[in-house]
């Protein structure tokens, strides 16, 4: 596939979104494999869950994971499997839409660190990408290794021009789009794998 036709013109270099990557049918068969993966997969956050698949980050490289052989019957055993087998590392996050009443608001106690805040925010911001469904986003170059990306936690959307794939998505400016179960696999490459096992623990006696 030609990457060059998806690249995001308006954002820092270099994006790249496309929409409807995978089907509605292969869709399901990931989200099947992400609910039936075991239990101690999954770890709980304060308002998502995760599961880490392809092996441990650490300082002197990722500690590689052990995946099982991929079924008979399809492709992938677990969602990353095609990803792990050449030595990538994946973060899947699943996020639950928050009610009104429980999302978080800024720190109201102190107006001017609410202000020095919202000011260092604006400073920063270059723009939002709206990712839709069974789409894909590739970061590289600046995009990948100076921006910092983030996901407010708002129960809907509204969608703005400051949205830089505007042209790609079914929406307009003014448009309301309420969030739903959100799952998301962040996949990237690592260049550095332990070959050995490192010891995690305390110290030894």
Do not use: C
Not at 185 to 200: A, E, Q
Request: hydrophobic fraction near 35%; proline fraction near 10%.
């Amino acid at each position: 596939m030609d990457f060059k036709e998806y690249i995001v013109d308006k954002a820092p270099p270099s994006a790249f979104y496309i929409p409807d990557f995978i089907t509605v049918e292969e869709e399901q068969h990931l989200i099947h494999q992400v609910y039936a993966a075991p239990k101690p997969k999954w770890k709980e956050l304060s308002h998502r869950r995760l599961q880490n698949w392809g092996g441990l980050p650490h300082p002197r490289g990722m500690v590689a994971e052990h995946i099982p052989a991929p079924h008979v019957d399809g492709p992938m055993f677990y969602p990353t499997i095609t990803t792990i087998s050449l030595s990538g590392h994946t973060l899947l996050d699943l996020y639950t839409p928050r009610p009104p009443d429980t999302q978080e608001t800024p720190n109201t106690n102190s107006q001017d660190t609410e202000t020095h805040t919202s000011s260092a925010f604006e400073k920063r911001y270059v723009g939002s990408l709206f990712l839709a469904p069974r789409s894909l986003l590739i970061l590289q170059d600046d995009a990948y290794t100076t921006y910092l990306h983030g996901i407010t936690e708002v129960g809907e959307d509204v969608v703005s021009r400051d949205i830089l794939n505007l042209p790609s998505i079914p929406h307009i400016p003014g448009d309301t789009v309420q969030r739903d179960t959100r799952i998301s696999l962040t996949i990237r490459h690592v260049p550095k794998v332990l070959k050995n096992k490192v010891w995690l623990g305390g110290s030894r006696h």
